[in-house]
């Protein structure tokens, strides 16, 4: 992934995932389809790191007919030109895509080491506390050291609480659905996805709001055993205001907290009644539908408009499968020698400093059966003046020999891929050359 692919994908996983927590946050949190927003949460942050990776884009032939975009041309494919910054004086030279990649792997590194203490700092807390083995779940008393929690199969039981009989049948419940229900694993593939995704504000949003759907499948399931009637469950919510209250600030980092997420909206959800309205649910498809065009078109990359159009009149709109005898620069040479001149009349562009990159720009032209260079086209741009610089070169070609097919001269079409790269020479005060190795970000086939 080179420098602009990364912001790229940084910005373009943002705007995913941002439209993703606005269907949330307006059609479905105030919903208790619970089961549904906790996958509809998830998937939303595996989408938002993925989906810009994937391979996916418009068929190239929905953009026009061949290289060219012109029909009834032949089209040939000259080897890749390539072309370098030129010399730079000190300081002068920042490499921005070489700063994004440190800046992004830092964030990622320090929200690693951030997850790997707070589980450190669960195992230290826990390890040696006694535990009783239960089917499907191992209880850890914690005489009142730890809060009523659970990670993972373990259930964390504070038997200090001072709770009636069916007050700690519900809070085991409670916690028995963390377990059984895999809460746990939610929430560290979602750690993993912000470690990541760090700099992209909606997936925290999307693990605050996963934390609290947990505890609304987790209350479901303490109430459901009891057939909850009112007065069941107001008890119930009577029993998280006190648990808040007795123990209020008093909190284990990734274990899921009877006394602590958000209890008042949890009490709200428990005592809401409206029917759940389905028709919600199915904003997802139409959702998906629009990002996955979103990314195609992204990375569709659909013929860019030359900087510098051509003055000559189109090409007469025969169509040829092949040509015989190609067209050639005075005294021959072949494509090596078309390309060879083109380069000739290249340069880097006078872009600032902090603008400066690399990539493959790809340029049709066509040579007439008159010989003469039209229809100068960029197929796929690095930016204004990047292209400005090569049809600029392109348009400098002298007239070729033309081509022939039957013996009669035709019109052919040519595509050049332009490498640039940027690899400065830089001077130091004394105005000799220093050497400066490791800045050239060169990937073979970026941009294509």
């Known amino acids: 992934m080179n420098q602009l692919s990364l912001f790229n994908w940084m910005l373009l996983s943002t705007v995913l995932l941002g439209l ?16 549904y927003n906790r996958g509809f949460l998830v998937l939303g942050a595996v989408l938002a790191a993925g989906l810009p990776l994937l391979p996916l884009a418009w068929p190239a032939s929905w953009w026009g007919t061949g290289p060219a975009g012109l029909s009834g041309m032949v089209s040939v494919v000259l080897p890749a030109a390539e072309v370098s910054a030129g010399n730079m004086p000190v300081g002068a030279a920042i490499n921005w895509g070489f700063w994004l990649r ?35 779940y191992t209880l850890v008393e914690t005489h009142g050291r730890l809060p009523t929690s659970s990670f993972g199969s373990v259930i964390f039981w504070d038997e200090t609480l001072p709770l009636s009989a069916s007050e700690a049948r519900q809070v085991l419940h409670h916690e028995l659905a963390h377990v059984r ?49 009112p007065a069941l469950s107001a008890s119930y919510t009577h029993l998280l ?18 006394s602590h997420s958000q209890t008042l909206r949890r009490i ?11 028709w919600k649910q199915w904003l997802a498809l139409p959702l998906l539908g629009v990002l996955l065009v979103a990314v195609a078109c992204e990375k569709a990359a659909p013929p860019a408009a030359p900087a510098v159009a051509a ?9 040829y499968e092949s040509v015989e005898q190609m067209p050639e620069l005075p005294g021959g040479g072949g494509p090596e020698a ?22 493959n720009t790809f340029v ?10 039209q229809a100068v086209k960029v197929l796929k741009s690095l930016g204004p003046q990047y292209d400005a610089a090569v049809v600029a070169a392109i348009q400098k070609l002298p007239a070729f020999v033309p081509g022939r097919k039957g013996g009669k001269p035709v019109a052919v079409s040519y595509t050049v891929p332009i490498r640039f790269l940027w690899k400065p020479t830089v001077r130091a005060a004394n105005g000799l050359p220093l050497s400066w190795h490791g800045w050239t970000m060169e990937s073979p086939g970026a941009g294509c």
């Open 20 to 35: 993703w927590w606005a269907c949330y946050r307006l059609a479905l949190r105030q919903e208790r389809s619970f089961a």
């Open 102 to 136: 440190i800046g992004y792997l830092t964030g990622v590194v320090l929200m690693l080491v951030r997850l790997a203490s707070e589980l450190a700092r669960l195992w230290l807390a826990a390890r040696r506390l006694p535990r009783t083995l239960h089917p499907g």
């Open 181 to 229: 229900q895999g809460h746990t694993y939610d929430r560290l593939l979602l750690e993993l996805l912000r470690a990541a995704l760090w700099f992209n504000p909606f997936v925290h949003l999307c693990s605050r709001a996963l934390t609290l759907t947990h505890e609304y499948l987790a209350d479901a399931a303490a109430l459901l055993p009891e057939q909850s009637t």
């Open 241 to 258: 205001a006190r648990q808040v209250a007795s123990r209020l600030g008093f909190s284990v980092p990734l274990a899921h907290s009877f």
């Open 268 to 278: 709200a959800m428990i005592q809401k009644t409206t029917p759940i309205r389905r």
């Open 311 to 319: 003055t000559s009149p189109p090409p007469p709109p025969a169509v």
């Open 338 to 359: 078309i390309v060879n001149e083109i380069q000739q009349h290249l340069a880097y562009p006078d872009v600032p400093p902090g603008s400066r990159t690399d990539g």
């Open 364 to 373: 049709s032209f066509i040579v007439t059966e008159k010989g003469e260079v």
